[in-house]
């Protein structure tokens, strides 16, 4: 009967995150630990930091070897915004513009009226 132990197949011999292993039995019949991948977080919303949609959760190193229509929606601040906080700065700068009239347009008829 051989031993039903394994052992880490890389140098580092510790349990740490970076290091967990899957023991797989292999088709000649010997357990192997099997190397498991860190799990890669979505990209956040800058303003909102609510996960962005159409955007793969990957690991930094994969982002440079996807391409870039894989990386962003497309869209005005594709990448780095959500769709509600891209609303939102559309509306604001409307709203600052018309106000921006009404005061010229005010600030107008005051010099008239003078």
């Keep these: 009967m051989s031993s039903s132990r394994v052992t880490y197949r890389r140098r580092n011999p510790y349990n740490t995150r970076s290091n ?3 023991v797989v039995k292999t088709p000649g019949g010997i ?3 099997l190397h498991i991948k860190k799990r890669g977080s979505a990209p956040k919303c800058g303003d909102c930091k609510s996960k962005l949609a159409g955007v793969p959760a990957l690991r930094p190193r ?3 070897q996807i391409s ?3 990386k962003n929606v ?3 601040y594709g990448g ?3 769709g509600n906080c891209v609303q939102d700065r559309i509306v604001r700068a409307f709203l600052i513009e018309e106000q921006k009239i ?3 347009v005010l600030k107008e008829a005051a010099s008239k009226k003078k």
């Design 20 to 22: 967990r292993i899957r």
């Design 31 to 33: 357990l192997r630990a």
């Design 62 to 64: 994969e982002y440079s």
């Design 68 to 70: 870039k229509p894989n």
């Design 74 to 76: 497309s869209r005005a």
């Design 80 to 82: 780095s915004r959500c």
């Design 102 to 104: 009404v005061k010229k």
